[in-house]
């Protein structure tokens, strides 16, 4: 099994820029996806950012070229660089894990990275507010 604590959430003006973490422990893996999810109020929690194992990442339209997703391997965590941040990215973040396999594989079967049900482990979140 796997346990992730997300860290680095807080409030910022718009603009302004923030670096989630999620630290992962427990058991090891060879091959894995990871992801952080978000969930306003009142919303669906949808995926915001992708990365496999093999180093490939995918980023949900309205954050690409914005916001960064990067792993740390040796420190077993997952890092989310957001910039020029807007009060639309105001949720709670959500770092999420399929270990086993990397996102590509789930891919070649026409499963979307930002599939839910693909992860297994979750972490409890962490709250970014963005004021305009």
């Known amino acids: 099994q796997v346990q992730l604590v997300e860290s680095g959430g807080g409030s910022v003006q718009s603009g302004g820029s923030l670096r989630l973490s999620c630290v992962a422990s427990?058991?090891?893996?060879?091959?894995?996806?990871m992801a952080w999810f978000r969930q306003a109020p009142g919303k669906e929690r949808e995926g915001v950012a992708a990365?496999?194992?093999?180093?490939?990442?995918s980023y949900e339209g309205s954050v690409e070229g914005r916001f960064t997703i990067s792993q740390d391997n040796a420190k077993n965590t997952l890092y989310l660089q957001m910039n020029s941040l807007k009060p639309e990215d105001t949720a709670m973040y959500y770092c999420?894990?399929?270990?086993?396999?990397?996102?590509?594989?789930?891919?070649?079967?026409?499963?979307?990275?930002?599939?839910?049900?693909?992860?297994?482990?979750w972490g409890q979140g962490t709250q970014v507010s963005v004021s305009s």
């Open positions: 999420a894990a399929e270990p086993g396999h990397t996102c590509t594989y789930w891919a070649a079967y026409g499963f979307s990275w930002f599939r839910r049900g693909l992860y297994n482990a």
């Open positions: 427990g058991d090891t893996y060879d091959n894995w996806c």
């Open positions: 990365i496999g194992s093999d180093g490939t990442t």
